[in-house]
C-alpha cells in the first residue's frame, strides 16, 4: 500500500488556476500509474486525467481537455494537476489515486485504481 496527501485545493474565481499536488510514500511511486480523480456532490467519482510510470502517456476527461495538465516527478513521488480556466462545474472533491491494474500505459477505470488520498476541496466561484 501507500499512503496519498493531496494539497493546493481552495477558492477560485471561474477563469483563475489552481494546482493541486499529491505527495506518495513508499518506494514503488514511479511503478504505478497515477490518476486524479473528481466527485460533486450527489455524483458518482469520475476520472479526471491519468498519467504513465513515465509520465510520457497522459489521459484527460473531455471536460478538462486543453485546461488541466497532469504530471508527475518520481524522483519526488509527487503528481500535481494544474488546472486553468476553472469552471464552476469543476468544483468537486478532487483525490489522487494509484493505478494497481498494471494496464498499459494506464486504466481509466475508478475500479482500477487500490489506492485514494483523502481529497482536497475545489471550489470554483462566479
Known amino acids: 500500500q501507500v499512503q496519498l496527501v493531496e494539497s493546493g485545493g481552495g477558492l477560485v474565481q471561474a477563469g483563475g488556476s489552481l494546482r493541486l499536488s499529491c505527495a506518495a510514500s513508499?518506494?514503488?511511486?514511479?511503478?504505478?500509474?497515477m490518476g486524479w480523480f473528481r466527485q460533486a456532490p450527489g455524483k458518482e467519482r469520475e476520472i479526471v486525467a491519468a498519467i504513465n510510470r513515465s509520465g510520457g502517456a497522459t489521459y484527460y476527461a473531455d471536460s478538462v481537455k486543453g485546461r488541466f495538465t497532469i504530471s508527475r516527478d518520481n524522483a519526488k513521488s509527487t503528481v500535481d494537476l494544474q488546472m486553468n480556466s476553472l469552471k464552476l462545474e469543476d468544483t468537486a472533491v478532487y483525490y489522487c489515486?494509484?493505478?494497481?491494474?498494471?494496464?498499459?500505459?494506464?486504466?481509466?477505470?475508478?475500479?482500477?485504481?487500490?489506492?485514494w488520498g483523502q481529497g482536497t476541496q475545489v471550489t470554483v466561484s462566479s
Open positions: 489515486a494509484r493505478d494497481s491494474s498494471g494496464i498499459q500505459p494506464y486504466s481509466i477505470r475508478t475500479r482500477s485504481y487500490d489506492s
Open positions: 513508499g518506494r514503488t511511486f514511479n511503478g504505478f500509474a
